[in-house]
């Protein structure tokens, strides 16, 4: 089996260290780091006082609360799409990556709205319950990450089950019916999958800073932001956050462990008509489900905000008014995950075509990032560069996309891994031996076998570095802003109809940039390589 050659991965390895490892490292070395060498002084702070054990029960809490919701909303939805006969599976297995496109903070925005006093959900229901309707912050919060994040446990759900062969499910209708198969045999063998998009959500909402600092919640990453942007003592941020880390970085090694090499996502290569179980005369009452999980995650936010925006006219001031913001996001957003794909790709052949001893501590430190809250790696990214050496770097733009592509590329990564994992070693021996170049052998026969995995690194890295907000907040240059850097602002001064717009704004670049990916995939792969 090839390998990558010295001479590239070197410096890909090298460069990925700085970008995306050399952060985590100074986290790490940061509360031990005291005046030039190591010191014990902090030490006593890192051991859990009461605010910390209070600011860790909060957000294991808050982050639990909604995991265990959104496998109620997740997993029933990728069955039925998956394993059913259920009508309209095909445009409902499209329709549930729709919410993927609304950043959680933009969901917390919404509901803040609608469940607090004069929103039409709370008035509704004060209605039917003939008293004043009040939900707490915390569980607003946990709706708005559950609406956010449910996808991704149905997404590794499918997954999961396009890699199960359907004749042990087949067989148990057979002898124990549908309900015994569902539960003993389906289940069981996408277990690793669908544990796997649990601790992604809950990783995901643990480490989210827009959905607790809109509600008011005291979590981890609002206490880091107050200790380094309001009282400007960042060793007391990190150190603060330590137990944190070490939690994310047992999740991690446990999720690294649990998946053993599989792919946490298939592309192109399921069983997408498998249908095992039949619904009978509750095809149509079943749809009902998914119809009221979209309702919530994606008609009433987009409903909602259209009514708030108001008319026209305001959609159209503001988007006079914050053009530069719009091309200021979409030039980082299109910068960082054109990064992000390129890094992907190196990356994930060197993990591919590495010994079995080194691929497992690769898989662990490039999944390690996507665990370390935004707030705090825009702390370290601050820390590292704000140096007179590197004072050109710091006060520049590509600080912003240095953030994106350390934050987010471990999901581009396992995007690019997956189609990797599909194409046969062979044919880059053959295309070797022809020309004798790897450059060359890759361009013609890797790139082209994993243009899927591509295009889909790169609409990860595109989306989740346009709606950012953890990261840009720190590190973008003075003078200017980004699409939910304006929002953010206009939420706090109140100006409702304006968050909308803007809000309508940056979904309509995202489901822009969408459709033409999907054309773009449906144009240059054939039909028998599509799922």
């Known amino acids: 089996m090839l390998q990558c050659p ?86 409902l297995g499209l329709a549930y990556l729709i919410p993927l496109l609304i950043p959680p903070y933009m969901q917390a925005i919404v509901w803040d709205y609608l469940l607090s006093k004069g929103g039409w959900i709370a008035e509704l229901l004060t209605f039917f319950i ?29 997954s999961g089950l396009r890699g199960i062969d359907s004749s042990y499910e087949e067989a148990g209708i057979l002898h124990r019916g549908m309900w015994s198969s569902l539960s003993r045999i389906t289940i069981p063998l996408a277990a690793p ?32 932001f107050i200790q380094f942007s309001g009282l400007y003592d960042e060793k007391a941020a990190v150190v603060l956050a330590f137990p944190l880390l070490l939690l994310m970085a047992g999740l991690v090694l446990i999720q690294v462990w649990y998946m053993k090499g ?24 079943a749809v009902a489900f998914p119809f009221f999980v979209l309702c919530l995650s994606v008609f009433i936010p987009v409903l909602s905000l259209v009514r708030t925006t108001g008319t026209w006219t305001v959609l159209r001031d503001v988007l006079v008014s914050s053009w530069s913001e719009i091309a200021y996001s979409f030039a980082m957003a299109f910068a960082g995950a054109l990064i992000m794909t390129v890094f992907a790709f190196f990356i994930a052949y060197i993990m ?7 691929r497992s501590v690769l898989e662990y430190m490039t999944q390690l990032p996507f665990a370390i809250p935004a707030i705090l790696l825009g702390v370290a990214l601050i820390k590292l560069w704000n140096h007179p050496v590197t004072a050109w770097l710091y006060g520049s733009s590509f600080m912003v996309i240095m953030g994106y592509v350390a934050h987010f590329v471990p999901f581009s990564i396992r995007a690019t891994l997956s189609s990797l994992k599909q194409i046969n070693p062979h044919l880059e021996e053959i295309g070797h031996l022809v020309s004798h170049n790897w450059l060359r052998t890759a361009g013609r026969i890797l790139v082209p076998l994993t243009r899927t995995g591509l295009l889909t690194a790169f609409f990860i890295g ?48 995202q489901l822009v940039l969408v459709t033409g990916l999907l054309t773009l995939y449906h144009k240059t792969t054939p039909s028998y390589e599509r799922p």
């Open 6 to 91: 010295r001479w590239l991965s070197y410096p890909v390895l090298t460069a990925f260290s700085l970008i995306v490892l050399a952060p985590i490292l100074f986290l790490v070395i940061s509360p031990f780091w005291h005046e030039g060498h190591i010191s014990w002084l902090y030490l006593q702070e890192l051991i859990l006082s009461s605010r910390q054990l209070n600011l860790l029960k909060t957000s294991i809490l808050l982050a639990g609360t909604a995991t265990c919701l959104t496998l109620l909303l997740g997993l029933p939805y990728a069955l039925l799409i998956e394993r059913t006969d259920l009508p309209g599976r095909s445009l």
């Open 130 to 158: 003939g008293r004043p309707f009040v939900v707490s912050p915390f569980w607003a919060a946990v709706l708005s990450l559950s609406l956010a994040y449910y996808p991704f446990v149905t997404l590794l759900t499918i």
């Open 193 to 224: 999958h669908i544990i796997s998009g649990a601790v992604f959500v809950f990783i995901f909402s643990i480490i989210d800073f827009g959905v607790p600092d809109i509600f008011r919640l005291r979590v981890y990453p609002v206490e880091i």
């Open 262 to 285: 599989r792919s946490y996502v298939g592309l192109g290569n399921g069983r997408r008509g498998s249908r095992c179980f039949s619904l009978g005369r509750a095809r149509f009452p």
């Open 352 to 358: 591919e075509r590495s010994p079995p001893r080194y």
């Open 462 to 509: 595109f989306i989740l570095s346009l709606g950012d907000l953890g990261i840009t907040l720190l590190i973008i240059p003075p003078g200017m802003s980004t699409i939910p850097i304006k929002i953010y602002n206009f939420m706090h001064y109140g100006a409702e109809a304006k968050v909308a717009a803007l809000s309508l704004t940056l979904l309509g670049i």
